[in-house]
């Protein structure tokens, strides 16, 4: 059974570009959620997709945002860039919201 | 949201020693993880253990819900252990986590 797949795996933009990072859950997972981790805040949530609904975010501006399509494949999109959108950012499918979560290998977003 | 802690921050042990990592949580929560953190970010589960004890080989963990912490055993330490281990608590609808526990095993 294949796990969490996220792409890319590491990307570099300039200040003011925008990004969309992609991220497919293990087959028959419908909650997709989205982390951001740095050195300076750590893990914190972004967003929770469930049947392509969102459930759930976090304490994010605007720039952040994502979708989930009908085959539970998500993404997330940040425009705008600034330096501190510098970030590792992971993604977790889990079979039900709340439900035992599986991460990603993750996006390395760096910021010029 | 929930306040989640770790502890030790930092960790040191010679190999083929025993360690015990603490999480405490603030609230009540619906689901517990640990998560190993590799050298690449990935973050590896090693338990989903809302309450109760389990065990895989080396490791075992133990959550007492109604006291509102969690306790991460890894037995005779080896240097693949070396690592960030985060606990990681869910309210239904995120996951809250601790700032992590960086274990560093030397030969």
């Known amino acids: 059974k294949a796990g969490v797949t996220q792409t890319p795996r590491y990307l570099i933009k300039t200040r003011g570009q925008q990004v969309t990072l992609s991220c497919s859950p293990i087959?028959?997972?419908?909650?997709v959620s989205w982390y951001q981790q740095t050195p300076g805040q750590g893990l914190q949530f972004l967003f929770e997709?469930?049947?392509?609904?969102?459930?759930n975010k976090g304490n994010f501006p605007g720039r952040f945002s994502g979708r989930q399509f009908s085959n539970s494949r998500s993404e997330m999109n940040v425009s705008t860039l600034e330096l501190g959108d510098s970030a590792l950012y992971l993604c977790?499918?889990?079979?039900?919201?709340?439900?035992?979560?599986?991460f990603g290998q993750g996006t390395r977003l760096t910021v010029v | 949201g929930i306040q989640v802690e770790q502890s030790p921050p930092d960790l040191i042990l010679q190999e083929g020693a025993n360690s015990t990592l603490r999480c405490n949580f603030s609230?009540?929560?619906?689901?517990l993880q640990w998560f190993h953190q590799n050298p690449w970010g990935q973050l590896i589960n090693l338990f989903y253990i809302p309450s109760g004890t389990k065990q895989n080989g080396r490791l075992s963990a133990t959550t007492v819900a109604t006291e509102r912490y969690s306790l991460l055993y890894i037995s005779s330490s080896q240097t693949t252990d070396s690592g960030v281990y985060f606990c990681?608590?869910?309210?239904?609808?995120?996951?809250?986590f601790g700032t992590g526990t960086s274990l560093t095993v030397i030969p």
């Open positions: 609230d009540s929560v619906n689901n």
């Open positions: 087959s028959g997972h419908r909650s």
């Open positions: 990681a608590v869910n309210t239904g609808n995120q996951f809250y």
């Open positions: 977790a499918s889990s079979l039900i919201q709340g439900g035992e979560a599986f």
């Open positions: 997709y469930f049947s392509e609904t969102q459930r």
